[in-house]
C-alpha cells in the first residue's frame, strides 16, 4: 500500500505511464485503497513498471512517506545486479549492503501450509 494512502490521503487525480507511452489517469475513487486498488491493476497491466504522479504537499512528504526508500531500493537492487553479473551469491551482496544478519536459510518443510 502507498503510503500516503495508509493515511487516507487522497490520492486524486493521479496519472501513471509506463516506458512505453501507455497511460492510466484516474479522477477520483471512493477512497484511497479503491484508488490503488485500480493503480495497481493498470501497474499490471503496463508490466509491473511505471511513473506515477500525485499531488502532495511538502509537509505530507516528510511526515507521511518513507524516507530514503528509493534510494536504499536502488542500492540494493544495484548490489544484487552486481553480484549476479560477477557469479557472486546476491543474498551475501545484500547482507553486506545493508549490513545484515543472516537469520534463516531454506525452508521448513514441516512448517509450510
Not at 502507498?2 to 493521479?14: E, G, H, N, Q, T
Not at 536504499?72 to 551469491?89: F, I
Request: hydrophobic share 40%.
Amino acid at each position: 500500500m502507498f503510503v500516503p494512502a495508509m493515511y487516507r490521503k487522497d490520492l486524486s487525480p493521479v496519472c501513471l505511464v509506463n516506458e512505453r507511452g501507455r497511460r492510466a489517469a484516474i479522477l477520483q475513487a471512493q477512497s484511497p485503497k479503491d484508488m490503488e486498488n485500480v493503480l495497481r491493476h493498470a501497474a499490471i497491466q503496463m508490466g509491473g513498471k511505471g511513473g506515477m504522479t500525485l499531488g502532495i504537499t511538502k509537509e505530507e512528504l516528510m511526515t507521511k512517506t518513507v524516507w530514503y526508500s528509493l534510494s536504499r531500493a536502488y542500492r540494493l537492487g544495484h548490489a544484487v545486479m552486481d553480484a549476479r553479473r560477477k557469479g557472486l551469491n546476491p543474498i551475501q551482496a545484500i547482507l553486506r549492503t545493508e549490513n545484515g544478519k543472516l537469520l534463516l536459510n531454506g525452508i521448513d518443510r514441516k512448517s509450510v501450509v
